[in-house]
């Protein structure tokens, strides 16, 4: 006797029948698919790879994705946002609606304590470091070339650069200057690393510790009286000495790396103009610019125009820096204020993507503003 019972015929024609129609219905389903590209397809004009449901994958995707697999034990991570250097420049490269995070944190450094309190921009978290004493002056930047900024010191009592290195949290010292020396700082040899230079006004000599050959070079500009403003002017990813002279015709002068001529760039109207040159209109050159009161003079290198922003009031802190992330470097300010019964210091920062303004309450009066890329 068999464990199964037949079918019956007409219970067969029924199933037949059912089979049928749900076959039908299925390769109906799979043209409505296809049809609105749900299924996994390539492009023949773009090349753009769909998997199933229209869901976007790299022209290189090995195989479509499936909605019913289970995840991978070992995802490949995918790039939401990273920074490069492109020489001297910072640059950020992100996907396509990823979500951005300002690649200048707002830092400052207290002499009192010698202790750094760094505060980053949305997901980001705070951290204090003590590095320093009092007398010390901040220097701040890349010396080790791993693309985040390594908290430094200078020491003008015993002309040492104390740096800790961000990458292996190693740290040592270099002996650079002399008294009555100012620090200039910057990556003269387009390595990605900061160099560690002084400028003398008595002999109007810099003395550039070169990252990339570890000795150092001494190139002659300015005088006297000239403040330092080292940067990128002429794009070629070296930092070129400069200084700004206030006299009869107040210049910027300077010493171009791309061919080692002397340039003088006419801007600034007062002794007490300041410089805070930056890239401000993003095309990867340093723009000539000056800080009058709470004016902001700019000289564009893309165009060569001159314009001029009112921002906040007279004897803030230029803090200029690009914290929205766009290549171009916000106009900003740090203002110390002891009037009520607790000190803050209050940042400004007029924000290139939009022009709207950004405020943080971060450091107190007495505080150094030292924003740059901390990436923790």
Request: hydrophobic content about 30%.
């Amino acid at each position: 006797m068999s464990l199964i019972s037949p079918i019956e015929p007409a219970k067969r024609r029924t199933l037949l029948t059912g089979i049928c129609v749900f076959a039908v219905i299925a390769l109906i389903g799979l043209g409505v698919m296809a049809a609105n590209g749900w299924l996994p397809r390539t492009d023949a004009v773009s090349g753009e790879k769909t998997g199933w449901f229209g869901k976007k994958l790299p022209k290189n995707a090995g195989s479509t994705w499936n909605p019913f697999a289970a995840p991978s034990p070992t995802p490949t991570p995918q790039l939401s946002k990273e920074y490069i250097y492109a020489g001297s420049r910072l640059l950020a490269v992100e996907d396509k609606n990823a979500s951005a995070v300002p690649p200048a944190d707002i830092a400052v450094w207290r002499p009192s304590s010698g202790y750094w309190y760094i505060k980053g921009g949305p997901g980001s978290t705070q951290t204090t470091v003590g590095w320093g004493s009092a007398g010390n002056i901040p220097v701040p930047g890349d010396y080790d070339g791993d693309g985040k900024t390594d908290f430094a010191i200078f020491d003008p009592s015993t002309s040492q650069w104390w740096v800790f290195n961000s990458s292996d949290s190693s740290y040592g010292s270099i002996t650079l200057g002399t008294t009555g020396d100012v620090t200039a700082k910057a990556d003269y040899d387009g390595d990605g690393k900061t160099d560690r230079a002084v400028f003398r006004a008595s002999n109007g000599n810099w003395y550039i510790y070169q990252s990339s050959t570890s000795t150092t070079v001494t190139k002659t500009l300015g005088t006297s009286g000239d403040k330092v403003a080292p940067a990128d002017y002429d794009g070629d990813g070296k930092a070129d000495p400069a200084v700004w002279r206030y006299g009869g015709t107040s210049q910027f002068h300077v010493l171009q790396s791309s061919n080692g001529s002397t340039v003088t760039t006419n801007l600034g109207s007062a002794s007490t103009d300041m410089p805070v040159s930056a890239d401000y209109d993003g095309d990867g050159k340093v723009d000539h610019a000056l800080l009058g009161g709470n004016v902001w003079t700019v000289k564009a290198s893309s165009t060569g125009s001159t314009s001029t922003t009112t921002w906040q009031t007279s004897g803030d802190v230029p803090v200029q820096n690009d914290y929205d992330g766009d290549g171009k470097v916000d106009i900003a300010c740090w203002h110390p204020d002891s009037t009520g019964k607790t000190p803050h210091g209050y940042w400004y920062i007029k924000q290139s993507t939009n022009g709207s303004t950004r405020t943080e309450d971060w450091g107190i009066p007495g505080d150094i503003p030292v924003p740059a890329y901390y990436k923790r």
